[in-house]
């Protein structure tokens, strides 16, 4: 079955520096992957879509240049949470995909604590 | 906006089959309906997926009403491990708008 697989697991860094998260398509070419964030005992919500080679798409109410999206691949996506703030501390996921019609293929997600 | 409704949560007992359902009553023509289940702590799973007729896989079966307005996750014998929260969301295409909205989801609790 189809694989993603997202690092780090876990990370925990201090307020003022950023983080990278990346998020890799292993056995399929993605031509699309989401990454969402997802707080306790709540639902994941949208941050971005990421088509390969093109701009990132962000949903209503998340900053572009504090949560930088770059799908430079196929295979690859990565989601940078440049000066992180103690308010960042959350779970974020990404999900990769070919075909509208398709599933979606999600990483095991990355817990984010900033101190 | 294309956006589902489901119960927060059900109880089943182990070994019987559960009966998962959602609405979504603004679906448009060229919507999917997916379904994933998440466990704590970790990305969600899929589980199934269908656009007008049911759909069936090792893990799931998915009756979808003919007027697509409602769907209904099919778990045939429940088994511990299917304790998760399950979501319904629609998949409409890729460069729609409130694409792949989750919702609250429902959380299934599974009864020894």
């Known amino acids: 079955g189809a694989v993603v697989s997202q690092h780090p697991s876990w990370v925990i860094c201090k307020s003022g520096t950023s983080v990278k998260i990346e998020c890799r398509s292993l056995d399929f070419q993605a031509t699309t992957m989401f990454w969402y964030r997802q707080f306790p005992k709540q639902s994941l919500m949208l941050m971005a879509t990421?088509?390969?080679?093109?701009?990132?798409?962000?949903e209503q109410g998340v900053e572009k240049d504090k949560f930088l999206i770059n799908h430079a691949s196929l295979t690859l996506s990565t989601l940078t949470v440049t000066s992180a703030h103690p308010e960042d501390s959350s779970f974020y996921i990404c999900?990769?995909?070919?075909?509208?019609?398709?599933?979606?293929?999600f990483g095991n997600g990355t817990r984010l604590t900033v101190t | 906006d294309a956006k589902t409704t489901q119960p927060n949560s059900m109880e089943s007992n182990e070994e019987e089959p559960v009966h998962l359902p959602c609405n979504h009553s603004t679906i448009s023509g060229t919507d999917y309906i997916h379904w994933y289940r998440q466990l704590p702590s970790q990305g969600p799973e899929y589980v199934i997926h269908?656009?007008?007729s049911n759909v069936n896989n090792r893990m799931a079966s998915l009756a979808i009403a003919e007027d697509r307005k409602s769907s209904t996750l099919i778990l045939h014998r429940a088994t511990l491990r299917d304790a998760a929260v399950y979501y319904c969301i629609l998949r409409a295409d890729q460069t729609g708008a409130n694409n792949l909205f989750f919702g609250t989801g429902t959380r299934l609790t599974v009864i020894p």
């Open positions: 999900s990769a995909t070919t075909y509208y019609n398709s599933p979606l293929h």
């Open positions: 990421s088509n390969e080679g093109s701009k990132a798409t962000y």
């Open positions: 269908g656009l007008t």
